[in-house]
T-cell receptor, first 116, second 113 residues
C-alpha cells in the first residue's frame, strides 16, 4: 500500500485566499484524522471521521476551517479565508477500527502551509 | 481529561550514548500507550506500543515499559545512532469508542557523531 497520501506537500498563499488540503487514506481504514502541528502549540487534533462521518470537530479552531469526507478514499480540509496564523504543517492520518485498544494511526507526510 | 507529559527537549547526545525520554500520563480507565517518531520532513510513524500494564514495547533497539503504578512509559535505548535524530512523541489512547490519540508535545533528539 502507498500509505496515506497528502497533497500538496507545500502551499504558499496570501492572506484572505482559500486553501484546500487533500488526503487519501489507506484503503480499508475506517478512521481519518486531521492534525495541525506548530512550534508553539505542538500537534493538535482538528477533526476526525468514522466511515466518512465527522465524529469530533471540537479541535477545529474557528468557522474559517471546514473538513469533508465525501467518500472512503478522499478527504479535504479547507481554510477560507486564510490568515498568517494558520501557517503550520497539516497532517492527515488513518486507522483501522480494531477492538481492544492499541489502534495505530498512520500519518501522511504532511502539507506545509505558509500564509503570507 | 487525558493528558501526556514528556520531558522538555532538546536532547543532544553523542553516538553510542544511552537515551531516556520520560513520559507520564493521566487517563481514565486503562489506556494504550504509544511512542511515535517523526524524522525531519516526514509524518509521524509508530515506533512501539503497549496495551496493558507491565507490557514492554520494543522496536529498532528502543524499549518502553507500561508502568501503571507510576503512570509512566519512558522511552529507552542503550546506544543511540546518528540516524535516531528525530522528534519523539509519547501518546495514549484511552480506549472504548473514542479513537482519538492524546499526544505529548514531543522531544527533539539530536545525536552527534
Amino acid at each position: 500500500d502507498a500509505g496515506v497520501i497528502q497533497s500538496p506537500r507545500h502551499e504558499v498563499t496570501e492572506m484572505g485566499q482559500e486553501v484546500t488540503l487533500r488526503c487519501k487514506p489507506i484503503s480499508g481504514h475506517d478512521y481519518l484524522f486531521w492534525y495541525r502541528q506548530t512550534m508553539m502549540r505542538g500537534l493538535e487534533l482538528l477533526i476526525y471521521f468514522n466511515n466518512n462521518v465527522p465524529i469530533d470537530d471540537s479541535g477545529m479552531p474557528e468557522d474559517r476551517f471546514s473538513a469533508k469526507m465525501p467518500n472512503a478514499s478522499f478527504s479535504t480540509l479547507k481554510i477560507q479565508p486564510s490568515e498568517p496564523r494558520d501557517s503550520a504543517v497539516y497532517f492527515c492520518a488513518s486507522s483501522l477500527a480494531l477492538g481492544g485498544g492499541g489502534n495505530i494511526q498512520y500519518f501522511g507526510a504532511g502539507t506545509r502551509l505558509s500564509v503570507l | 481529561g487525558d493528558s501526556v507529559t514528556q520531558m522538555e527537549g532538546p536532547v543532544t547526545l553523542s553516538e553510542e550514548a544511552c537515551l531516556t525520554i520520560n513520559c507520564t500520563y493521566t487517563a481514565t480507565g486503562y489506556p494504550s500507550l504509544f511512542w511515535y517518531v517523526q524524522y525531519p520532513g516526514e509524518g509521524l510513524q509508530l515506533l512501539l506500543k503497549a496495551t496493558k500494564a507491565d507490557d514492554k514495547g520494543s522496536n529498532k533497539g528502543f524499549e518502553a515499559t507500561y508502568r501503571k503504578e507510576t503512570t509512566s512509559f519512558h522511552l529507552e535505548k542503550g546506544s543511540v545512532q546518528v540516524s535516531d535524530s528525530a522528534v519523539y512523541f509519547c501518546a495514549l489512547h484511552s480506549g472504548g469508542s473514542n479513537y482519538k490519540l492524546t499526544f505529548g508535545k514531543g522531544t527533539l533528539l539530536t545525536v552527534n557523531p
